[in-house]
């Protein structure tokens, strides 16, 4: 385990390329296992069937080699940061990578959007709140 003032965390929405089926979610996240063991990377994965929300922890090294690797899957687009910071202690150690429901997520989101400064953050968290609502994704 990396040192406690080495560690960082990051929360990101994106817009999935659709269709994403089950098949393809369960895909990444075999692939975020195996890799986040390796880099001693934690986190949560959520997924609306539209959007997803991911929080992760690591070291800064880590999550920056995650984020570059994210950011050239084209399984999604429209990657917004919603959190970023260090933290002293994992707040999801053993968790590889989670999926959790979309109304988890949504709690994250609305914090964020309630700390968000700028106009175009806030409106880009509206949209995908919308999308995100749990009341349309009862049962998921
Ligand atoms: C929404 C989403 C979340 C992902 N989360 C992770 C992750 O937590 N860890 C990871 O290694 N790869 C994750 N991936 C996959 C990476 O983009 C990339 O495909 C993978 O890390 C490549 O691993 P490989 O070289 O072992 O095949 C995610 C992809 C998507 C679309």
Request: hydrophobic fraction near 40%; aromatic fraction near 4%.
């Amino acid at each position: 385990m990396p040192a406690l003032e080495d560690l960082a965390y990051l929360s990101y929405c994106s817009q999935a390329r659709l269709p994403m089926g089950q098949t393809e979610v369960g895909r990444i996240l075999q692939a975020s296992r195996r890799n986040n063991q390796r880099d001693e990377i934690t986190g949560l994965l959520t997924f609306s069937g539209e959007v997803f929300v991911q929080f992760l922890e690591g070291s800064p090294a880590a999550l920056q080699g995650l984020m570059n690797r994210l950011k050239s899957d084209t399984r999604h687009r429209d990657i917004i940061i919603l959190s970023e910071g260090t933290a002293h202690e994992r707040m999801l150690a053993g968790w590889d990578m989670e999926l959790v429901t979309p109304k988890e997520a949504h709690l994250a989101l609305r914090d964020a959007l309630g700390e968000a400064g700028d106009y175009e953050k806030v409106i880009a968290l509206s949209s995908l709140l919308a999308k995100l609502d749990p009341d349309l994704h009862r049962g998921s």
